[in-house]
């Protein structure tokens, strides 16, 4: 038996446009479990970056509940969300969302300073981690002047500077070339091979291989979820997931 991390029962998430309510997520139940990397899949306005935003407390439900492990998210207010958040979740976003007068070093340090204390420590930690994303050499640029797959590189370590319980990132590769999203999606790997568990959006099928499970989103419900075995080649998982998504109209 797997541990549950995140679980969302019959959670619902709509948007108004005037007064017309648009439903985006509708009556969803999930389970997310540690040491998964597990891949959201589905057609563009599915709503994928809205249940990555619900799951990660970024945006409040319309009803339902969010559990992370033992907490009940949606009991909690705004204040009591951000503290837990920062602790539980590292968010890695597609157009990376780091702070542009900050250099690499400290907007990875910026996590870090709001929940812990120990300014040494934390400093050799956030160098460490530079290293491993191999930015190290980067520290004191700020993020103008490096390419936008350093950048993810350095939000990656912004995001596991905590030790979250989960990564999530929506799209991380999606303004990166080839080479740059290897290197993003290597990381990704690398960390989950370590313990980290992952939940990562994402349109394309070689990155879509990374995961060990697959769960596809349609009219706002999980329509359904696909598991590979660790030992399966990437060719063997390509071909079972496209055949799959054809299956779906994807
Ligand atoms: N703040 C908002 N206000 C109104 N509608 C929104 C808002 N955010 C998202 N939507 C709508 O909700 C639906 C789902 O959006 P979402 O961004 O979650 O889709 P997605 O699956 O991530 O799409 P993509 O693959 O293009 O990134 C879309 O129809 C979108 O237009
Ligand atoms: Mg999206």
């Given at each position: 038996m797997q541990e549950t991390i995140i679980q969302a029962k019959?959670?619902?998430?709509?948007?108004?446009?005037?007064?017309?309510?648009?439903?985006?997520?509708?009556?969803?139940?999930?389970?997310l479990y540690k040491g998964d990397f597990t891949v959201i899949m589905g057609s563009s306005g599915s709503?994928?970056?809205?249940?990555?935003?619900?799951?990660?407390?970024?945006?409040?439900?319309?009803?339902?509940?969010?559990?992370?492990?033992?907490?009940?998210?949606?009991?909690?207010?705004?204040?009591?969300i951000t503290l837990l958040r920062r602790e539980?979740?590292?968010?890695?976003?597609?157009?990376?969302n780091l702070v542009p007068n900050l250099t690499f070093l400290e907007n990875i340090l910026i996590p870090?300073?709001?929940v812990k204390n120990d300014r040494k420590a934390l400093k050799e930690k956030a160098i460490a981690l530079m290293k491993k994303v191999e930015i190290l050499e980067l520290a004191d640029r700020l993020p103008s002047e490096v390419s936008g797959g350093q950048q993810q590189r350095c939000s990656m370590a912004r995001a596991v500077i905590n030790n979250p319980r989960v990564v999530m990132?929506?799209?991380?590769t999606g303004n990166l070339n080839s080479n740059s999203s290897n290197a993003v999606l290597n990381i990704l790997t690398d960390l989950n091979e370590e313990g980290q568990t992952i939940v990562m959006v994402t349109?394309?099928?070689?990155?879509?291989?990374?995961?060990?499970?697959?769960?596809?989103?349609?009219?706002?419900?999980i329509e359904d979820d696909l598991r590979f075995e660790r030992k399966e080649s990437i060719d063997d998982k390509e071909d079972k997931l496209l055949k799959w998504l054809a299956e779906k109209d994807w």
């Open positions: 019959d959670l619902k998430k709509s948007y108004f446009t005037g007064k017309t309510e648009v439903p985006v997520i509708n009556t969803l139940n999930l389970s709503g994928k970056s809205t249940l990555l935003y619900l799951l990660s407390g970024l945006e409040n439900p319309s009803g339902g509940e969010i559990w992370l492990e033992d907490k009940p998210v949606h009991t909690m207010d705004e204040k009591l539980y979740i590292g968010f890695v976003f597609q157009d990376f870090a300073y709001l990132a929506d799209e991380p349109h394309d099928i070689k990155s879509a291989c990374r995961a060990n499970r697959i769960i596809f989103l349609k009219d706002g419900q």
